[in-house]
């Protein structure tokens, strides 16, 4: 019943992406949702650009499936990863804060597939002319950096936009929530939050908890005032004083110097204090640790028994 234009292209048996989670998405949680039938991704963020080469070989010894790497435009390394997932043979690469078209040639002449993460309908065109084979359409629903129009709204008017195949991101982490993204006509899921939940996610344990004990009213948003790139969390001690110092008025440079490391100190120390907790809304429906291939089956299983259902069985809400 899945078997899509995404699963076309990359091969893959589900249409889902894992998210390119820095300081997250590295090669063991990458490979094991490829060995689950997905498609894993390992985020090149601002980490140097060898210490990616070495994830990407790690995977290839994890896994026989393919998996990509998400290249952040506006980074330091973005050039160099360019280069490295041509070299490695990388399958796909999603990309995200800038535009890929200076890339596009060397990438397509070594046969890998390119998926933009885009926030809205202009920047989906864009992505199509420039030679995406695919959209990610992310709502504001997901964790990290964020847009401003939900996944419900986004997904529909990029899928009328474009020729090209949507994927829908933010707010998808069960059977329904899949479902729904398929019948605004996406052809595949990018998830982030439901991955951060599991055994093979290699973040702090803290983290995990954080997660998994957030509630629906648990989720915050900084930058939204300061200028900065609005960013989605779990609530804790650190929103609250970067909020505050928002609402303070204080420099752009005294707020960012807060946020500086403070993914790193999430992912990697479980500060509470002091880390930022990237999570999107729907870990309020994340609720237990499970396997990767448990969530993936789980999600796709479910979504094909609601989607298959009759119309006065959905209306019944069961």
Known sequence: MFQTRITELLGIRYPILQGGMAWVAESTLAAAVSNAGGLGIIAGGSAPAELIREEIRKA????????????????????????????????????????????MEGWKAAGIKVFPVVPSVALAKRMERAGADAIIAEGTESGGHIGSTTTICLVPQVVDAVNIPVLAAGGIADGRTAAAAFMLGAEGLQCGTVFLASPECQIHSTYKEMVVGAKDTDSAVTGLICGGAPCRQVKNRYTKKVNELERSGAKFEEIEEMTIGSLRRAAKEGDKENGSFMAGQIAGMVCEIRPVGEIITGIFDSAEDILGRRPGELLGGK
Do not use: Q, R
Not at 68 to 97: F, H, Q, R, Y
């Open 60 to 103: 290839k010894a994890l896994t026989d499936k393919p998996f990509g790497v998400n290249i952040m435009l506006m980074s330091p390394n973005a050039d160099e990863l360019a280069k490295i997932v041509v070299e490695e043979g990388v399958a796909m690469v999603t990309t995200g804060a800038g535009n890929p078209g200076k890339y």
